[in-house]
C-alpha cells in the first residue's frame, strides 16, 4: 500500500481515467466505425491498440506518441464532460496527430492526372510522333532542340521501353528520397538556434505548440507539478527543438513551481504560451488559456492546411499543362515551319 501512495497525486488521477479505458476505445471505435476511418489515421488506431492493450501510466507519460492522449484520456472520461467537449478534443487531437493521409488524398487527383499525361505522351510517341519526325526527316529540316528532346525521349519508349520505365521510376524514388532526407534533416537541426528560429511559426511547430499547450493544460488540470507537467508536454509535442528546450524549462522551473520569463530558454517558446503560464492566479499558469490558445493553435493549423491543399493542387495542374504544352509546341512548330516553307 505504501507504494501505491507514493505515487504522485496526477499519476494516481490518470490511473483512474485509465480504469474506464475499455469505455473509452469502444467510443472511439465507434467513432472510427460511423467515419468509414476515412478521418482519423494510424495515430488514433495505435491508441484504441494501447488501451486494449493495457498501456500503463508510466508510459503514457514518459512515451511522447501516447503523451500527447492525455487530453482526450483525461478530460474524455470525465463525468462533467460535455459530448461537444468530448468531440472538441476528439477533434483537435486527432488533427494533430494526423500523418498526413488527406495531404495525399489532396493530391491525387493532380497525381492522377500527371500519370494520364504519362500515358498519353507514351501513347503519342508510339503512334504519332514517329510519324512527325520522318516526315521531318524526308524534309531534311534542321529541327529545334525541344523538338530533338520529345523525339529523343519518343525513341528512348519505342526502342529502350525497359530503360524508360526505370529511369522514370528513378526520378520518382529519387523526389521521395530527397523529400525524406529533407524532412529527416530538418527535424534534427531544428534544435540549432539559427535553424530553430528559421522554422519557428511554420506549420509543424504550431501544430507541435498545439500539442504542448493542450497537454500542459490537462495535466495541470489533475495537479501535476508545473516542471514535471512542462516535461511531459514537451514530449507530447513531438518535436526536438520544443522537446528540448522543455527540459531545460523544466529543470529551470525545479522544485519552485513557477514560470520566470527571465529563464534563459523562455525565449523558444512563442509569447502566447509564456504569458499563459503567468497569467493565472498568483503568477502561476493559467488552465484555462492555455486550452484556448491551443484551440486557437489547431485552428491556425488548420486554416493553413486547407489553403496549401487548395493551393497546391492547381499548381500541379498548371505544370502538367506546361508540360503538355511544350510537347505540342515541339511538335508543330517545326511543321508551321514547313508548311510556311512550302506555301513560298
Not at 500527371?114 to 503519342?124: D, K
Not at 529511369?167 to 537541426?189: D, E, N, P, Q, S
Not at 507541435?208 to 508536454?233: C, D, K, N, Q, Y
Request: aromatic share 10%; with cysteine; net charge positive.
Amino acid at each position: 500500500m505504501s507504494a501505491v501512495t507514493q505515487r504522485p497525486e496526477f499519476y494516481q488521477r490518470i490511473d483512474a481515467a485509465l480504469e474506464r479505458r475499455d469505455r473509452l476505445a469502444s467510443a472511439i471505435e465507434a467513432l472510427l466505425e460511423d467515419t468509414k476511418s476515412t478521418h482519423f489515421g494510424k495515430d488514433v488506431r495505435d491508441l484504441v491498440s494501447a488501451l486494449r492493450g493495457g498501456a500503463t501510466t508510466e508510459q503514457f507519460v514518459q512515451e511522447g506518441s501516447k503523451a500527447v492522449w492525455l487530453p482526450l484520456i483525461l478530460r474524455g472520461v470525465s463525468s462533467s464532460a460535455s459530448a461537444v467537449e468530448f468531440a472538441q478534443i476528439m477533434s483537435d487531437v486527432t488533427f494533430a496527430t494526423e500523418n498526413r493521409k488527406s495531404r495525399w488524398r489532396s493530391l491525387a487527383y493532380p497525381l492522377m492526372l500527371f500519370g494520364s499525361a504519362i500515358l498519353v505522351f507514351v501513347f503519342l510517341s508510339v503512334t504519332v510522333i514517329p510519324t512527325f519526325r520522318a516526315m521531318f526527316s524526308e524534309f531534311q529540316m534542321r529541327l529545334p532542340p525541344p523538338t530533338n528532346l520529345v523525339f529523343s525521349i519518343s525513341d528512348l519508349i519505342n526502342n529502350h521501353t525497359g530503360t524508360f520505365c526505370l529511369i522514370l521510376l528513378a526520378f520518382v524514388l529519387a523526389g521521395l528520397l530527397l523529400r525524406w532526407l529533407f524532412l529527416l534533416c530538418l527535424r534534427y537541426t531544428e534544435t540549432t538556434w539559427l535553424l530553430g528560429s528559421l522554422s519557428a511559426g511554420n506549420t509543424e511547430s504550431v501544430k507541435a505548440m498545439g500539442r504542448f499547450t493542450s497537454t500542459l493544460a490537462a495535466l495541470l488540470g489533475v495537479g501535476a507539478p508545473l516542471a514535471e507537467a512542462i516535461l511531459i508536454a514537451g514530449r507530447a509535442s513531438q518535436n526536438l527543438r520544443f522537446r528540448y528546450a522543455s527540459e531545460r524549462l523544466s529543470r529551470d522551473v525545479g522544485t519552485s513551481d513557477k514560470f520566470s520569463y527571465a529563464s534563459t530558454v523562455a525565449h523558444s517558446f512563442p509569447a502566447l504560451v509564456t504569458h499563459a503560464l503567468e497569467a493565472g492566479p498568483n503568477g502561476g499558469p493559467s488552465i484555462a488559456l492555455l486550452r484556448q490558445v491551443s484551440v486557437i493553435y489547431m485552428d491556425r493549423v488548420r486554416q493553413r492546411f486547407s489553403w496549401a491543399s487548395g493551393f497546391v493542387a492547381p499548381l500541379w495542374i498548371v505544370g502538367v499543362g506546361l508540360c503538355v504544352g511544350f510537347v505540342v509546341l515541339s511538335i508543330f512548330a517545326p511543321l508551321i515551319q514547313l508548311i510556311t516553307s512550302l506555301s513560298g
